[in-house]
Structures are given as structure tokens and as C-alpha cells.
């Protein structure tokens, strides 16, 4: 059984930074894609990133490029969600997902397994 465990979450001010963390387990993952979806009140859950664990590739939602940035650590089974110049607008949900194979998808359909989330909320 897959278990994405988040963590790093938490209130910050506008203009710092945050690194999330989703510690994977339950099978080898170096055949999946993992992602970062993020969740606003009363939003849909939106693309942020996603990382192939075999090659280390990446892919970000446009609006964010630059600000975050996504990476693993394949010795930990952890993926990572670096989070700079954080906004305001950044205030949400933010939740792991996995999805065996090796393309990578924007889409919250496209992923099997998904952890809990873990808040983070940025205050002007």
C-alpha cells in the first residue's frame, strides 16, 4: 500500500520561504511520477509541480516558475516542494500525489495515490 505523508506546512509572512516535504512508502517508486497539487478554499485543486523519480525531470505550473521548486531524494523516498517569495495567493492545501510510470501529468486524475495535505498559509 503507497502512503504519501506530508509535512512543512505552516503560517508564514509574505516574502519567506517554506520547503514541504511527502515521504513515500509502501513500494519501490523508481518508476512513478510524483506531484504537488495545491487546494484554496472554495478552488479547485491546481497543478503545482511534478518531478519523474527516475530522471530527476521536472515540469511547474507557468505562474510558479521561479518561485518553487521541486525535488527528491531517492536515498529518503522523499519528495520536496521549495517554496520561495511566498504570496498571499500561495495560502492553500498543498498535497503529494503519485502515479506509476514515467510521464509526466498536470492533471489530479492522472495520480493514483495522494497524502493528506499539509496547510500553509502566507499573511501579508
Known amino acids: 500500500q503507497v502512503q504519501l505523508v506530508e509535512s512543512g506546512g505552516r503560517l508564514v509572512q509574505a516574502g519567506g520561504s517554506l520547503r514541504l516535504s511527502c515521504a513515500a512508502s509502501?513500494?519501490?517508486?523508481?518508476?512513478?511520477?510524483m506531484g504537488w497539487f495545491r487546494q484554496a478554499p472554495g478552488k479547485e485543486r491546481e497543478f503545482v509541480a511534478t518531478?519523474?523519480?527516475?530522471?530527476?525531470?521536472?515540469s511547474y505550473t507557468d505562474s510558479l516558475k521561479g518561485r518553487f521548486t521541486i525535488s527528491r531524494d531517492n536515498a529518503k523516498n522523499t519528495v520536496y516542494l521549495q517554496m520561495n517569495s511566498l504570496k498571499p495567493e500561495d495560502t492553500a492545501v498543498y498535497y503529494c500525489?503519485?502515479?506509476?510510470?514515467?510521464?509526466?501529468?498536470?492533471?489530479?486524475?492522472?495520480?493514483?495515490?495522494w497524502g493528506q495535505g499539509t496547510q500553509v498559509t502566507v499573511s501579508s
Open positions: 500525489a503519485a502515479r506509476a510510470g514515467t510521464v509526466r501529468s498536470a492533471t489530479t486524475t492522472a495520480y493514483n495515490y
Open positions: 509502501g513500494r519501490t517508486f523508481s518508476s512513478y511520477i
Open positions: 518531478i519523474s523519480w527516475t530522471s530527476g525531470r521536472t
